[in-house]
């Protein structure tokens, strides 16, 4: 399993941040398409993105595109272009605004007819993007609408919008929240995602920090997602990966907790029982599952070796 802990949004048009992403510490460099990319330029960052898809080495970085919203002129001829041209490089499409599990069956039929078309066997995933009322109700079954499906996002600044909810800073994404509800204002639409997402499987990413100059404050919006669930973030500017990466990343003492618990499962397992109990607390599937992930995670990040 690749590390997913923080995305980097990189405008298509904006060719000079291309390499700079490549050559970045983010584990997911993601083209957008969308919302930041100005109307008259949507065909340039379409042209420029499958450019630089096929045209530099993206090693093991893990790359995805974003598509325009799937009711807009763009949306159709970004997929079909991006993934006939470019999708043996890609390693999933963002569907930005789903707010019906009908999107995700739409884009799942295209992708099989063009890697069908190409005869390419990798499959490119599937990410959704939850930023309206009517994508928070629909979003269980989103979660479950194709086996391409990789991991839900949470839209703060269009999801905002969309239930009429006081915007408290420029960028809408998430400063400045605690001065007007005690608590986080966005928990519930979070944990509600993060539900749907657990529940089949997926993984979750927190939406981006708007303030790239606030790392104080970038720092405490990572570390609120981590404890709901998340398992990355996005992040609009380099500046961000750095404390991204190092919030989403095991810690030591959680490396060693897994280590403790998955040798007193298996311990358990060779004797026949299916739960232990270790330090007072019960050590059963939905336990080991949990540091088999993490335990998988400090593998891929080469925070332990096999052996251990
Ligand atoms: N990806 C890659 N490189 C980026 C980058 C990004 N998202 N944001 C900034 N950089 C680069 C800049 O090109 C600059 O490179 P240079 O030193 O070679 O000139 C360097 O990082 C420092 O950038 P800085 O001058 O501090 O920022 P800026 O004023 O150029 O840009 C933003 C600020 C917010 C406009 C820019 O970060 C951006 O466009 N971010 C993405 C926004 C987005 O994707 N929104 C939708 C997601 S929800
Ligand atoms: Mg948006």
């Not at 040798?263 to 949990?290: F, P, Q, W």
Request: charged share 25%.
């Amino acid at each position: 399993m690749k590390s997913r802990r923080s995305v980097l949004s990189v405008p298509g048009h904006m060719e000079k941040m291309h390499p700079k992403a490549r050559e970045s510490a983010v584990d997911i460099v993601m083209f957008d398409l969308e919302d930041s990319v100005p109307a008259d330029q949507k065909e340039t960052a379409r042209a420029q993105v499958i450019q630089s898809l096929v045209s530099m080495d993206w090693g093991d970085k893990t790359v995805t595109v974003r598509c325009n919203a799937l009711d807009t002129p763009f949306a159709y001829r970004d997929l079909v272009d991006i993934v006939e041209n470019a999708g043996q490089e890609l390693d999933a499409v963002v569907v930005p605004k789903v707010s019906h599990p009908g999107d995700i069956h739409f884009v799942h039929r295209l992708l099989e007819g063009i890697e069908m078309n190409r005869q390419r066997s990798g499959r490119i995933g599937i990410e959704a993007s939850i930023e309206s009322a009517a994508g928070l109700e629909a979003v269980s079954l989103t979660a479950k609408a194709s086996d391409r499906m990789i991991s839900l996002v949470f839209g703060i600044a269009d999801y905002s919008a969309s239930i009429g909810a006081r915007l408290v800073s420029v960028s809408g994404h998430g400063e400045a929240e605690a001065e007007i509800y005690p608590g986080h204002r966005w928990h519930f639409p979070l944990s509600r995602i993060i539900m749907a997402a657990k529940a089949n499987g997926l993984l979750v990413m927190d939406a981006p920090y708007g303030n790239f100059k606030d790392l104080d404050g970038l720092r405490r919006s990572a570390v609120m997602a981590n404890a709901l669930g998340c398992d990355g973030k996005w992040v609009i500017h380099p500046s961000q990966i750095e404390i991204v990466n190092a919030v989403f990343s095991p810690s030591p003492e959680e490396i060693e907790r897994a280590r403790i618990v998955i040798e007193a499962y298996d311990a358990a397992a060779k004797s026949g029982r299916g739960a232990v109990s270790l330090d007072g607390s019960v050590v059963d599937s939905a336990t080991i599952r949990m540091a088999r992930q993490l335990w998988e995670q400090a593998l891929h990040l080469k925070l332990v070796s096999d052996k251990q």
